[in-house]
């Protein structure tokens, strides 16, 4: 099968239109907006489970998170499980901000998760205020969690905190790498399907390099000679297949953070199947390993 890069030029070209519906990766956020939203979704999955509490059980900790008596770990869990039912309006509770965020204040001085949930809230201005960008970012690289790393990577990728550092978009690329690099040490399943999707859209650092060096040739080059005005370089198949086969592997086995890890599935499913159906990184006549 034909590779998606066109070949009729000294630079190759991604065709994203074989990918995912003519929308390049950043340009529309692609699947970080439908499954990649590790944060958003693990918070999702975190209110349903918080709907299956009893109001009892509610009762229970935030008597313990106000027990200047108890152990802190015990209350500072307590407490974050109250700001959690705060802000979702689940567990009997109504939904308010203004508790939800004075519990997990409470919780931040001992729990990370506390801050990242600071963190988003800061960030989108959950709490009825003016996004606080710096904030929530300082929130999210405090509490390093691979959720809270994952989604620093995704807002940097989509260009969501751009107005707080006014950075060029290269620059913007790296650091989203950098955040899922780390997240993907601690095992965390999404970066791992970042990472390979920004491989093969060639928003990796050796990439953005490559391109770099292209448009300093196409900038050098007599204009009867013809270069691409798109500086895609060519994907690394392997390297995306071990991140995206690293995914599912977590995916499968890891369980971690509470996670429902099944949706997390689908899109690293989808793009080895496409790879392997077009023989991209893949052995001629892997179709099989697409029907999986």
């Not at 399943?189 to 040739?217: H, I, Q, R, W």
């Not at 953070?257 to 949706?263: F, K, M, Q, R, S």
Request: net charge negative; charged share 25%.
């Amino acid at each position: 099968a034909a590779s998606p890069l066109a070949e009729n030029s000294n630079t190759a070209t991604l065709d994203t239109s074989s990918l995912y519906d003519d929308l390049t990766y950043s340009d529309a956020a692609s699947l970080s907006e439908r499954w990649l939203r590790s944060s958003s979704r693990a918070r999702a999955d975190l209110s349903d489970n918080l709907g299956a509490y009893t109001n009892e059980e509610i009762d229970y900790h935030i008597s313990e998170a106000n027990n200047q008596g108890s152990d802190p770990l015990v209350r500072a869990e307590s407490a974050l499980m109250v700001g959690q039912a705060y802000e979702f309006g689940q567990g009997g509770l109504p939904q308010d901000f203004a508790l939800a965020r004075q519990y997990y204040k409470q919780a931040a001085h001992v729990l990370p998760e506390a801050h990242e949930a600071l963190g988003i809230m800061d960030i989108y201005g959950l709490d009825g205020g003016e996004p606080n960008y710096d904030e929530g970012r300082w929130r999210l690289e405090l509490a390093g969690t691979g959720s809270a790393l994952t989604l620093l990577g995704e807002l940097y990728q989509t260009g969501y905190l751009d107005t707080l550092d006014n950075t060029e978009r290269d620059e913007q690329l790296r650091r989203a790498w950098g955040y899922y690099v780390k997240a993907n040490d601690q095992d965390y399943a999404p970066a791992s399907t970042n990472l390979g999707l920004m491989v093969l859209f060639a928003e990796d650092p050796d990439s953005l390099k490559k391109m770099a060096a292209a448009k300093k040739k196409k900038t050098r080059a007599s204009s009867s000679t013809f270069i691409t005005s798109s500086f895609a370089a060519d994907p690394d198949y392997k390297q995306v297949r071990q991140y995206l086969e690293r995914a599912l592997s977590l995916a499968e086995n890891g369980r971690k953070e509470g996670l429902t890890y099944d949706p997390l599935k689908l899109t690293p499913y989808y793009y080895l199947g496409l790879m392997a159906s077009n023989g991209w990184g893949f052995p001629p006549n892997s179709c099989p390993a697409a029907a999986r």
